[in-house]
T-cell receptor, first 111, second 113 residues
């Protein structure tokens, strides 16, 4: 079955430093979604990428979809304490009508 | 709009007890999902539904049952609770397909002792 892998599993950064998480799929994806889960909270949709090579920005967050549509990345510039949480990528699960979530990257921002 | 509402928020069960986790959405979404999330881990799909009357197994369905009699409601039933089912359970919905964003409820924190 399809696998979606994320690295790193954990990342500690000093406030103001940049942060990047990477997502790799074993199969080509029609689209990829990114979610953020604050500690003790529920996942919240951030963005969806559809096109090969697509780049989207949300303030300090930059999302990229690889040319082969098998990998993606989320980059946060100048992290803030409000960025703390776990970031998940997710892609459609092939023939099954479901999303496959990556294992997530847990970001800690030290003040 | 309330979005996706889950009840209860917390529950402690004894081994062997049964319970139903409730999930309702008011966004007229066709697709609904149940996930479990163990501490520090990702989301594992338990069951999903693409519309009223249609349900299908996800990655980890054993020990659970679901039903979808209406578009709004998608309850998850635990029969014979076991310690391995201690987890946080999230219900989610999306408008039409898995290609559209999922909206999550606040979760139910369940402990089996």
């Amino acid at each position: 079955g399809q696998q979606v892998m994320q690295i790193p599993q954990y990342q500690h950064v000093q406030e103001g430093e940049d942060f990047t998480t990477y997502c790799n799929s074993s199969t080509t994806l029609s689209n990829i979604q990114w979610y953020k889960q604050r500690p003790g909270g529920h996942p919240v949709f951030l963005i969806q990428l559809v096109k090969s090579g697509e780049v989207k920005k949300q303030k300090r967050l930059t999302f990229q979809f690889g040319e082969a549509k098998k990998n993606s990345s989320l980059h946060i510039t100048a992290t803030q304490t409000t960025d703390v949480g776990t970031y998940f990528c997710a892609g459609p699960g092939g023939s099954a009508r479901q999303l496959t979530f990556g294992s997530g990257t847990q970001l800690t921002v030290l003040p | 709009n309330a979005g996706v509402t889950q009840t209860p928020k917390f529950r402690i069960l004894k081994i062997g007890q049964s319970m139903t986790l409730q999930c309702t959405q008011d966004m007229n979404h066709n697709y609904m999902y149940w996930y479990r999330q163990d501490p520090g881990m990702g989301l594992k799909l338990i069951y999903y539904s693409v519309g009223a009357g249609i349900t299908d197994k996800g990655e980890v369905p054993n020990g659970y049952n679901v039903s979808r009699s209406t578009t709004e409601d998608f309850p998850l039933r635990l029969e014979l609770a076991a310690p391995s089912q201690t987890s946080v359970y999230f219900c989610a919905s999306s408008y039409r397909t898995e290609n559209q964003p999922q909206h999550f409820g606040d979760g139910t924190r369940l402990s089996i002792l």
